[in-house]
């Protein structure tokens, strides 16, 4: 009776093993497509903000070349004043404001593109960390696959051997 319990229990392990090996076999296979996924997504994703950093410094370097400009202008307009005291100054006073605004709407892009910019850095350092770790679960998973499937036919040889002798 003993020795049909104990082959009875080397089966059950026997079946335990080989159905965690198919099952993380499953799984195995759902991760690396995830990790693939993921990959590139983060190939993508880096493009992106290479294309976002170049988009945002050819806007800095616009902008700054509006601000110089809007300098000159602005000492050739209080010149303009002087020698134009009535008709020059009204007209300088509004060019200079509309041009003050679209340099305070050049510098609110500027901003906005270097939030994106720091989101998407920030974005993209996450999502490779979460691959990393991701690979390293999928790295872990396999070896205890090897595991289970070398104890199953462990098991398997164990209760023949067992069960002929017995």
Do not use: H
């Not at 991760?31 to 950093?53: D, H, V």
């Not at 303009?80 to 007209?91: C, E, I, N």
Request: glycine letters at 12%.
């Amino acid at each position: 009776m003993r020795k049909l319990l104990t082959l009875l229990f080397i089966f059950l392990l026997m079946l335990g093993l080989f159905a965690g090996y198919l099952y993380l076999t499953d799984k195995i296979t759902a991760g690396s497509l995830k990790i693939a996924t993921g990959e590139k997504q983060i190939e993508e994703g880096e493009k992106e903000l290479a294309k976002g950093k170049a988009k945002l410094s050819n806007g800095e370097r616009n902008l700054s070349q509006a601000k110089s400009g809007y300098k000159s202008i602005k000492t050739i307009s209080y010149l303009s004043a002087v020698v134009m005291p009535f008709a020059g100054g009204v007209l300088t006073v509004a060019s200079s404001q509309a041009i003050g605004n679209k340099i305070s709407e050049g510098n609110q892009l500027v901003a906005r593109g270097q939030q994106k910019i720091k989101a998407g850095q920030s974005q993209l350092s996450e999502g490779k960390k979460e691959l990393s770790m991701g690979k390293e679960r999928l790295k872990k998973a396999e070896k205890i696959r090897i595991v289970c499937g070398v104890g199953a036919i462990i098991c398997a040889v164990l209760l023949i051997v067992l069960g002929f002798c017995w």
